[in-house]
């Protein structure tokens, strides 16, 4: 959805972090309630989705994630179109159910 050259988009965070000592699990955890307060929803294990009004917005959650990242972790970060993000799949077992929306509200800066 496009308003006034504004491109609302997905932001998908996809991350790989050690979680063998006490510490690497509190630092794990840690991240992901950055995640949460941030706005993203738990797409899977470790792949966090957050819908954004723009790409100016989109940037500024990236970067929150960014600086969030515990020091042996790794990030992924992908931006997807609302399209995009509508096309994806999700099968559970045998039965397949609908893909996370994106909201319906306008946000205005």
């Given at each position: 959805?496009?308003?006034?050259?504004?491109?609302?988009?997905?932001?998908?965070?996809?991350?790989?972090?050690?979680?063998?000592?006490?510490?690497?699990r509190?630092?794990?955890?840690?991240?992901?309630?950055?995640?949460?307060?941030?706005?993203?929803?738990?797409?899977?294990?470790?792949?966090?989705?957050?819908?954004?009004?723009?790409?100016?917005?989109?940037?500024?959650?990236?970067?929150?994630?960014?600086?969030?990242l515990?020091?042996?972790?790794?990030i992924?970060?992908?931006?997807?179109?609302?399209?995009?993000?509508?096309?994806?799949?999700?099968?559970?077992?045998?039965?397949?159910?609908?893909?996370?929306?994106?909201?319906?509200?306008?946000?205005?800066?």
């Amino acid at each position: 959805m496009s308003f006034g050259g504004f491109r609302s988009m997905w932001v998908m965070a996809m991350f790989d972090l050690p979680t063998t000592t006490k510490a690497e699990r509190k630092a794990y955890q840690g991240f992901r309630k950055v995640l949460l307060k941030d706005g993203f929803l738990r797409i899977q294990f470790s792949v966090y989705a957050r819908h954004c009004a723009s790409e100016e917005n989109a940037v500024v959650h990236e970067n929150r994630v960014e600086v969030s990242l515990p020091p042996d972790g790794e990030i992924r970060l992908l931006r997807l179109t609302d399209k995009q993000f509508e096309r994806m799949k999700v099968f559970y077992g045998k039965k397949r159910k609908p893909a996370e929306k994106a909201p319906e509200q306008l946000s205005f800066f």
